[in-house]
């Protein structure tokens, strides 16, 4: 509703502030023919010149019908504009647009219902709130964006008579620096270097602007590569690609010169392949260090700016942060509590399951459990866990033989790879402890099969495995541009949604915070196989297959990802398009 009447508020200002207007013209019941002759002559009023009540509405005399109309129309142009540039520099355009509709519109109802002269209140609350916005804006935004910044004051003299010639040239030089500044390790920046070489400085407006937009859109890498005459943009949010620019050859070769140097690929001005790193404070979002690596694509060089990775910390939110739904967060802590059996995420490479293992150690009591955590590499450093390195010198076998030594209560392990591995583990699971592990399969009776084929005994994984939590990763839909659609009837039958109660809808449509692909960050989409007897069962019997496990498991112990990708359309955090894309691409 909220962010419909905003779309609806930004697209027709104009003819809002208009109809506004005559409006307030027809509530105030003010025709020309009921204005005494003698003040539309412009002669002083009488000294009692107002009604008590006309029939048909509010009496305002011409002057103050002129002047709340004024106020009014000041008042909802500026929160239209407030709206859109608050969607401009990516802050949340709804609050200030609302603290704007708030401080006028409670003036102007005054100015209207008690006295006209209460337009000064809208005056003076509506500036006190613009200045207030004015004020947070300008903290986040880049310099070059600044209200009334070197830049702006510069654009505001150019149309002033007489100094507009000296403005222009102030406009040139502000509009040329990087909008960013980059350092290198060394702590020379991209400008020490355009002092030296100023003919790089297009190129150089190109690479900062490029490191802004990445870093305000949490995007985790950009190439920048030849495509036929040009160079294109590409830039990779949430998993997926997108074309964000295309640009002249010789401006994207001074970028990739300019970020040579700043890294160190540069030798006697030529580049050479490579990688560096330098870093940035990008508004909003904070300090960044971005890897720089110089390839080459097609005989020519292209560049890979490499972001961080935004959703390292996830977990720290728990599972509720993540969008498990409370009933399977409901059911993993009791699998947690019990302190026995095997907890298994499962999804492909890249659907954030290491995430999950991480937010589900979160439900164990670290203070009074022992937990030993067997890994290739470290990638997150946990309180009170105690971690074993696997390498090329530290088998499986011999570490798993000092963490059975250690007898510790919880055993997390991001994969198990071999028949050893999975037959030391699950017997863990069965008897002594909780496993929590994670599987590369598609979804929970497809992890079962693969666990019994490679511990080569299903009884084991019976016995072991409490329950699967299978997932993907779904693109939310930006806040700050989706638009509310009334959903299709056909569509809530397919999906089996009560029409009575379809939630609410949106679509994604794109904006400057999106990279114009109407979606921002991501969010899981998780589905749960308890394995209660019949399920033990099926896995047991020979020529097991997921479609038998999943009859086995029938509706009370199966939720699919898909069940839970629909309750998240209806709760307008993504689209059936996006929960299809993902689900299908296997
Ligand atoms: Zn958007």
Same mark, same amino acid.
């Given at each position: 509703?909220?962010?419909?009447?905003?779309?609806?508020i930004r697209?027709?200002?104009?003819?809002l502030? #208009?109809?506004?207007?005559?409006?307030?013209?027809? @509530?105030?019941?003010?025709?020309?023919?009921q204005?005494?002759?003698?003040?539309?002559?412009?002669?002083?009023?009488?000294?009692?010149?107002?009604? @008590?009540?006309q029939?048909?509405?509010l009496?305002l005399?011409?002057?103050?019908?002129?002047f709340v109309m004024?106020t009014?129309?000041?008042?909802l142009?500026?929160?239209?504009?407030?709206?859109d540039?608050?969607?401009?520099?990516?802050m949340?355009?709804?609050?200030?647009?609302?603290?704007?509709?708030a401080?006028?519109?409670?003036?102007?109802a005054?100015?209207?219902?008690v006295?006209?002269a209460?337009?000064?209140?809208t005056?003076?609350?509506? @500036?006190?709130t613009?200045?207030?916005y004015?004020?947070l804006?300008?903290?986040v935004a880049?310099?070059?964006?600044?209200?009334?910044?070197?830049?702006?004051?510069?654009?505001?003299?150019?149309?002033?008579?007489?100094v507009?010639?000296?403005?222009a040239a102030?406009?040139?030089?502000a509009?040329?620096?990087?909008?960013?500044t980059?350092?290198?390790?060394?702590?020379q920046?991209?400008?020490?270097?355009?002092?030296?070489q100023?003919?790089?400085?297009?190129?150089a407006?190109?690479?900062?602007d490029?490191?802004l937009?990445?870093?305000?859109?949490k995007?985790r890498?950009?190439r920048?590569?030849?495509?036929?005459?040009?160079?294109v943009?590409?830039?990779?949010?949430?998993g997926?690609l997108?074309?964000?620019?295309?640009?002249?050859?010789?401006?994207a070769l001074q970028?990739?010169?300019?970020?040579?140097?700043?890294?160190g690929?540069?030798?006697e001005?030529?580049?050479r392949p490579?990688?560096?790193?330098?870093e940035?404070?990008?508004p909003?979002?904070?300090h960044v260090k971005v890897?720089?690596q110089?390839?080459s694509s097609?005989?020519?060089?292209?560049?890979?700016l490499?972001?961080?990775?935004?959703?390292a910390?996830?977990?720290?939110?728990?599972?509720?942060?993540?969008?498990?739904?409370?009933?399977?967060?409901?059911r993993?802590?009791?699998?947690?509590?019990?302190?026995?059996?095997?907890?298994?995420v499962?999804?492909?490479?890249?659907?954030?399951?290491?995430?999950?293992?991480?937010a589900?150690?979160g439900?164990v009591d670290?203070?009074?459990?022992?937990i030993?955590?067997?890994?290739?590499?470290?990638?997150h450093?946990?309180?009170?866990?105690r971690r074993?390195?696997?390498?090329?010198e530290?088998?499986f076998?011999?570490?798993?033989?000092?963490v059975e030594?250690?007898?510790?209560?919880?055993i997390?392990l991001?994969g198990?790879?071999t028949?050893?591995?999975a037959?030391?583990? #699950?017997?863990f699971?069965s008897?002594?402890?909780?496993?929590?592990?994670?599987?590369?399969?598609?979804d929970?009776?497809?992890?079962?099969l693969h666990?019994a084929s #490679?511990a080569?005994?299903?009884?084991?994984?019976?016995?072991?495995v409490t329950?699967v939590?299978?997932q993907r990763l779904?693109?939310k839909?930006?806040?700050?541009c989706?638009?509310q659609?009334?959903?299709?009837p056909?569509?809530?039958?397919k999906?089996?949604?009560d029409p009575?109660?379809p939630?609410?809808?949106?679509?994604?449509v794109?904006?400057e915070?999106?990279?114009?692909?109407?979606?921002?960050?991501?969010?899981g989409?998780?589905?749960?196989?308890?394995?209660?007897d019949?399920?033990?069962?099926?896995?047991r019997?020979a020529g097991?297959?997921?479609?038998?496990?999943r009859?086995?498991?029938?509706?009370?112990?199966?939720?699919t990802?898909?069940?839970?990708?629909?309750?998240?359309?209806?709760?307008?955090?993504?689209?059936?398009?996006?929960?299809?894309?993902?689900?299908?691409?296997?």
């Amino acid at each position: 509703m909220v962010p419909a009447l905003w779309s609806g508020i930004r697209k027709h200002r104009r003819a809002l502030v #208009l109809v506004s207007l005559l409006l307030l013209a027809a @509530a105030s019941g003010v025709s020309m023919a009921q204005v005494p002759a003698a003040v539309a002559a412009g002669a002083p009023p009488p000294a009692v010149p107002v009604p @008590a009540a006309q029939p048909g509405g509010l009496y305002l005399s011409s002057f103050w019908l002129g002047f709340v109309m004024v106020t009014s129309a000041l008042w909802l142009y500026l929160t239209s504009w407030v709206c859109d540039d608050a969607r401009g520099v990516g802050m949340n355009a709804p609050t200030y647009a609302g603290a704007m509709i708030a401080a006028g519109g409670f003036s102007t109802a005054l100015a209207l219902l008690v006295h006209a002269a209460f337009g000064f209140l809208t005056l003076v609350l509506v @500036a006190g709130t613009l200045t207030g916005y004015i004020i947070l804006r300008n903290r986040v935004a880049p310099e070059r964006f600044k209200f009334l910044g070197p830049l702006h004051r510069a654009q505001i003299l150019a149309r002033v008579p007489l100094v507009n010639k000296l403005a222009a040239a102030r406009i040139r030089r502000a509009a040329l620096k990087p909008s960013l500044t980059l350092t290198n390790a060394e702590g020379q920046s991209l400008n020490d270097i355009l002092t030296a070489q100023p003919a790089l400085s297009e190129g150089a407006r190109l690479l900062s602007d490029t490191v802004l937009r990445a870093g305000a859109t949490k995007t985790r890498k950009v190439r920048l590569q030849p495509a036929g005459e040009q160079y294109v943009a590409q830039y990779i949010l949430d998993g997926v690609l997108h074309n964000v620019e295309s640009c002249a050859s010789d401006v994207a070769l001074q970028a990739l010169g300019a970020v040579a140097q700043l890294v160190g690929l540069s030798k006697e001005g030529r580049l050479r392949p490579g990688s560096g790193e330098f870093e940035t404070d990008v508004p909003i979002v904070g300090h960044v260090k971005v890897g720089a690596q110089v390839t080459s694509s097609d005989g020519k060089p292209s560049l890979v700016l490499s972001l961080p990775d935004w959703t390292a910390d996830l977990y720290r939110g728990g599972l509720g942060g993540l969008g498990v739904h409370d009933a399977v967060i409901k059911r993993l802590r009791s699998a947690v509590q019990q302190q026995k059996g095997t907890v298994l995420v499962c999804g492909p490479a890249g659907s954030g399951t290491t995430t999950t293992l991480y937010a589900i150690i979160g439900l164990v009591d670290i203070f009074t459990t022992d937990i030993a955590m067997i890994e290739k590499k470290s990638e997150h450093e946990l309180e009170h866990v105690r971690r074993w390195a696997l390498s090329e010198e530290h088998s499986f076998s011999a570490v798993y033989d000092e963490v059975e030594r250690e007898g510790p209560q919880v055993i997390v392990l991001g994969g198990m790879e071999t028949r050893e591995q999975a037959g030391a583990l #699950l017997t863990f699971g069965s008897k002594d402890g909780l496993l929590l592990t994670v599987a590369k399969a598609p979804d929970g009776p497809e992890s079962l099969l693969h666990l019994a084929s #490679l511990a080569q005994d299903p009884a084991l994984v019976g016995n072991s495995v409490t329950c699967v939590v299978s997932q993907r990763l779904v693109r939310k839909l930006c806040t700050s541009c989706r638009e509310q659609v009334e959903p299709d009837p056909v569509l809530l039958k397919k999906l089996q949604v009560d029409p009575a109660d379809p939630g609410v809808w949106f679509k994604p449509v794109g904006c400057e915070v999106c990279l114009n692909c109407g979606y921002q960050g991501r969010t899981g989409i998780f589905g749960m196989l308890i394995l209660t007897d019949p399920v033990k069962d099926a896995i047991r019997k020979a020529g097991a297959t997921p479609a038998s496990i999943r009859q086995a498991a029938g509706h009370a112990a199966f939720r699919t990802m898909y069940q839970d990708g629909v309750s998240k359309v209806t709760a307008g955090i993504t689209t059936p398009d996006e929960v299809n894309r993902v689900l299908k691409a296997q």
